[in-house]
């Protein structure tokens, strides 16, 4: 996603985020993919905090882009969870902000 769509989309992940009392360490939008580094409360399962990331992004984008309701879905049903342990919160967040210069 890229221009427009991207900034709604990004306003829209950290709303959603805040609201769940998430908090955005880095966030980065790829054409085709998002990276989240987030710090998240150990009362919210990450599986809900994707399922509503994707959900509610889905509603607000197409509600806002009538030209997104052509495609079948905004969003695959797979996603990657990790925890950080064994790098630094710092090497993670490098890797996610350079993500968008490649």
Excluded: C
């Excluded at 994707?50 to 495609?71: D, E, I, N, W, Y």
């Amino acid at each position: 996603m890229r221009g427009a769509v991207a900034i709604t989309l990004d306003d829209t992940l950290r709303d959603i985020a805040a609201e769940m009392g998430v908090s955005v360490i880095a966030l980065e939008i790829m054409p085709d993919h998002v990276h989240l580094f987030a710090d998240v409360p150990v009362t919210v399962a990450p599986t809900d905090l994707v399922q509503r990331l994707k959900g509610a992004s889905s509603r607000r984008l197409r509600l806002m882009f009538p030209t997104l309701g052509s495609r079948p879905v905004l969003w695959s049903r797979s996603y990657y969870i990790g925890s950080v342990g064994h790098v630094s919160a710092a090497t993670v967040r490098r890797y996610i902000e350079g993500q968008n210069t490649q």
